[in-house]
């Protein structure tokens, strides 16, 4: 009984088997992202803001695989603030227009509908580039290039993919 009582109490002090561990270079902020866009673009980096939740495969993955990668982890911390919303969450949030929401509230204005959803900020609060749903590796790395290289005004996400995404090799002749 004492054996199953330690595990029991083990168990409870554990956190969620479903929470997402975001990466510890995400940065905590109060949330209103006129002055985390401004105080990016006073560093020459652009915002990034990662929507998810607990639970979420895609979002484990977004941050198992992709940021794991050290050029891919790197590349982010270089040209970006990252910050994390829950789309369940009650903190407050401010929106680039001064309206007050919580981070719910926000994910439905919004209509975020797929987690991981990426949201990257120009310098002046516009949406430069929007991510629906996990990219993999290669094509998050040229998302990156995309909107690090201020790209969003010059070519289409679609055809800049096309042209710098590289497929991963596969095992298969």
């Known amino acids: 009984a004492l054996v199953s009582q330690r595990a029991i109490t083990a168990a409870a002090l554990d956190p969620s088997p479903h929470a997402i561990d975001i990466p510890?270079?995400?940065?905590?902020?109060?949330?209103?992202?006129?002055?985390?866009v401004r105080e990016a673009a006073k560093e020459g980096r652009r915002l990034l803001v990662y929507f998810g939740q607990d639970g979420c495969p895609y979002c484990r993955e977004l941050m198992r695989v992709n940021f794991s990668d050290k050029a891919i982890a790197e590349k982010t911390r270089r040209h970006f603030h990252a910050i994390a919303i829950n789309i369940w969450g009650d903190r407050e949030v401010v929106w680039t227009d001064g309206r007050t929401l919580n981070e719910k509230s926000l994910a439905a204005h919004l209509k975020v509908q797929f987690t991981p959803t990426l949201l990257f900020f120009d310098e002046k609060g516009g949406v430069a580039l929007r991510i629906n749903g996990?990219?993999?590796?290669?094509?998050?790395?040229a998302a990156l290039d995309y909107v690090a290289g201020k790209y969003e005004g010059k070519v289409a996400f679609a055809e800049f993919l096309k042209q710098h995404a590289r497929e991963p090799a596969s095992g298969k002749l």
């Open 24 to 36: 510890p270079w995400f940065r905590e902020t109060f949330l209103d992202f006129r002055e985390d």
């Open 134 to 141: 996990y990219y993999p590796p290669h094509r998050f790395d």
